[in-house]
């Protein structure tokens, strides 16, 4: 087998080892996150369910946005780069996800003051 074939074949068994192993860290976030039901639109976030959203916040919306959520496939989340953008508009997003583009919807995870929560969180506006 020529070098370079091999070489290809190790570097896409490699990426899709990595694929896979980002797959299932995801699948067990998102297991933890699912573990809590969502509460209703106009209950406040518990604290025990604050702690599964932040891990949800930096595994999953991390995967995309990065760990630090500085930007990555999806645009930065840090405060500084959300400053023109309204806490309402976030929730959306979150909840609806943004057509044409990577983001995916929430809404079958998280309730409407879940996604507030998430959204004022990556605004900074939490206590």
């Known amino acids: 087998m020529p070098k370079v074939l091999r070489r290809f074949l190790e570097w896409m068994l490699l990426g899709g080892l990595s694929l896979a192993v980002l797959a299932l860290a995801s699948l067990a976030?998102?297991?933890a996150v699912a573990a809590l039901p969502?509460?209703?639109a106009s209950e406040p976030v518990s604290a025990q369910r604050a702690l599964a959203l932040r891990h949800l916040l930096i595994q999953d919306c991390g995967?995309?946005?990065g760990l630090r959520l500085a930007g990555g496939?999806?645009?930065?989340?840090?405060p500084r780069s959300l400053g023109d953008k309204p806490?309402?508009?976030l929730?959306?997003?979150?909840?609806?996800?943004?057509p044409g583009?990577?983001?995916p919807p929430w809404a079958a995870l998280l309730s409407e003051s879940e996604a507030?929560?998430?959204a004022r969180e990556i605004k900074g506006q939490n206590p």
């Open 29 to 31: 976030s998102l297991t």
């Open 38 to 40: 969502p509460g209703s």
């Open 63 to 65: 995967s995309c946005h």
């Open 73 to 78: 496939l999806g645009p930065s989340l840090q």
């Open 87 to 89: 806490v309402e508009f």
């Open 91 to 98: 929730t959306y997003t979150i909840l609806n996800g943004r």
């Open 101 to 103: 583009t990577a983001m």
């Open 116 to 118: 507030l929560w998430l």
